[in-house]
């Protein structure tokens, strides 16, 4: 396991962070103890900060006391961001949300761009160009390790050249989020290896083309599964 942080630093406002609306953010209740996964809903500089509440399929409790602390995790590009708030208010109407406190401070630490992390994830390879009938494709393939830029994928044959595009489906579960990834990317590099069995080609791809959105659930899913490695999160990304 290759991903690391760079060391602690704080933020006075979230301005800066430009964080987006609908974000996924990892909320922790210190009593009753509970952890879910929300949405940010939106934030007034110095005023305020609004999450979707807890579904009523999550097992949290619906109805938090107002006044109690949470714990609020999220990302933004590479950095990860950190804050204790007060709950506010609760409101059911238009939506349910929770309007918290403003952070009297913001912990953010970096993820280090190209850090890699291992997984074992299904996906299907495609041909970028949808007018091509290349022989083999799709193909199915192991994914071993992801970054924020690329990622390894094994195939018990060569898949093509050397700067190719291709297009990758894979699914990513951040939290109780399900994520479908349709990603394009270009191959960069091949290496096999024997095995009794026979012989495994490894495949680095590196990302390209990719939107805001897209890149801000590759960076979630990087950094649970830094926490599934450093033993923070269980294997389903649930924290222990």
Same mark, same amino acid.
């Given at each position: 396991?290759?991903?690391?942080?760079?060391?602690?630093?704080?933020?006075?406002?979230?301005?800066?962070?430009?964080?987006?609306?609908?974000?996924?953010?990892?909320?922790?209740?210190?009593?009753?103890?509970?952890?879910?996964?929300?949405?940010?809903?939106?934030?007034?500089?110095?005023?305020?900060?609004?999450?979707?509440?807890?579904?009523?399929?999550?097992?949290?409790?619906?109805?938090?006391?107002?006044?109690?602390?949470?714990?609020?995790?999220?990302?933004?590009?590479?950095?990860?961001?950190?804050?204790?708030?007060?709950?506010?208010?609760?409101?059911?109407?238009?939506?349910?949300?929770?309007?918290?406190?403003?952070?009297?401070?913001?912990?953010?630490?970096?993820?280090?761009?190209?850090?890699?992390?291992?997984?074992?994830?299904?996906?299907?390879?495609?041909?970028?160009?949808?007018?091509?009938?290349?022989?083999?494709?799709?193909?199915?393939?192991?994914?071993?390790?992801?970054?924020?830029?690329?990622?390894?994928? /094994?195939?018990?044959?060569?898949?093509?050249?050397?700067?190719?595009?291709?297009?990758?489906?894979?699914?990513?579960?951040?939290?109780?989020?399900?994520?479908?990834?349709?990603?394009?990317?270009?191959?960069?590099?091949?290496?096999?290896?024997?095995?009794?069995?026979?012989?495994?080609?490894?495949?680095?791809?590196?990302?390209?083309?990719?939107?805001?959105?897209?890149?801000?659930?590759?960076?979630?899913?990087?950094? /649970? /599964?830094?926490?599934?490695?450093?033993?923070?999160?269980?294997?389903?990304?649930?924290?222990?």
């Amino acid at each position: 396991m290759t991903l690391s942080l760079e060391s602690t630093q704080t933020a006075k406002t979230l301005t800066g962070l430009r964080l987006q609306i609908g974000d996924p953010v990892r909320v922790e209740i210190r009593s009753p103890r509970a952890k879910f996964t929300a949405r940010l809903v939106g934030y007034m500089e110095n005023g305020g900060i609004m999450i979707s509440a807890p579904s009523s399929t999550s097992g949290v409790p619906t109805m938090i006391n107002e006044g109690n602390m949470a714990n609020l995790r999220l990302i933004s590009g590479n950095r990860i961001c950190h804050f204790t708030s007060k709950i506010l208010k609760q409101y059911d109407q238009p939506f349910a949300y929770w309007l918290l406190a403003y952070p009297q401070k913001i912990e953010l630490k970096r993820i280090r761009g190209h850090s890699r992390v291992p997984v074992s994830l299904s996906c299907s390879i495609d041909d970028y160009d949808e007018m091509s009938e290349r022989e083999g494709l799709p193909a199915s393939a192991l994914c071993v390790d992801i970054s924020q830029s690329g990622l390894c994928l /094994q195939l018990p044959y060569s898949l093509g050249e050397v700067g190719e595009h291709y297009y990758l489906t894979t699914r990513l579960r951040i939290g109780d989020i399900d994520q479908v990834l349709l990603v394009p990317v270009e191959l960069r590099n091949i290496h096999s290896s024997s095995f009794e069995s026979g012989s495994l080609f490894n495949h680095g791809f590196k990302f390209f083309e990719l939107d805001e959105d897209t890149r801000l659930i590759i960076a979630a899913f990087v950094y /649970q /599964q830094f926490l599934v490695e450093t033993g923070h999160l269980d294997q389903t990304g649930q924290e222990l």
